[in-house]
């Protein structure tokens, strides 16, 4: 085996073990600041999140009608030519970008019912 490929598997472990030794690290220091301004952690862990649902509905929403959106653009409005050599993979960035634009949709449309229902229920919390 050569230098680079005994690299990558060491890399990778190495990686992975950085990843959870960050996280479980990040979680330790957070809990400690709870603590610090006198809150339970573990009442924070369990509180309700009601409009999670919601937001991952609006989130594939947006990303399919944007998929869909792409679709009908790339078959339909961006042909260029009928040639037999047309090649439809020019358009591919079409479709990352309509998925992008509609999934940002779907969370903003999700952030501004969001932010209705809480400055509405806000006295009542």
Same mark, same amino acid.
């Given at each position: 085996?050569?230098?680079?490929?005994?690299?990558?598997?060491?890399?990778?472990?190495?990686?992975?073990?950085?990843?959870?030794?960050?996280?479980?690290?990040?979680?330790?220091?957070?809990?400690?600041?709870?603590?610090?301004?006198?809150?339970?952690?573990?009442?924070?862990?369990?509180?309700?999140?009601?409009?999670?649902?919601?937001?991952? =509905? &609006?989130?594939? /929403? #947006?990303? +399919?009608? *944007? %998929? !869909?959106?792409? $679709?009908?653009?790339?078959?339909?409005?961006?042909?260029?030519?009928?040639?037999?050599?047309?090649?439809?993979?020019?358009?591919?960035?079409?479709?990352? =970008? &309509?998925?992008? /634009? #509609?999934? +940002?949709? *779907? %969370? !903003?449309?999700? $952030?501004?019912?969001?932010?209705?229902?809480?400055?509405?229920?806000?006295?009542?919390?």
């Amino acid at each position: 085996m050569n230098g680079a490929e005994v690299l990558v598997p060491v890399v990778m472990f190495a990686g992975g073990f950085a990843m959870i030794f960050g996280i479980a690290y990040l979680k330790t220091r957070q809990n400690l600041a709870m603590i610090e301004k006198n809150m339970n952690p573990r009442e924070h862990a369990d509180r309700p999140a009601p409009y999670k649902n919601l937001k991952w =509905a &609006l989130l594939l /929403i #947006g990303a +399919g009608v *944007g %998929l !869909f959106l792409a $679709y009908i653009l790339d078959q339909y409005v961006l042909v260029h030519s009928m040639k037999a050599n047309y090649d439809s993979d020019h358009n591919a960035p079409i479709y990352f =970008a &309509l998925i992008a /634009i #509609g999934g +940002g949709l *779907g %969370l !903003f449309g999700s $952030y501004k019912i969001e932010k209705q229902w809480w400055d509405e229920n806000k006295d009542k919390l």
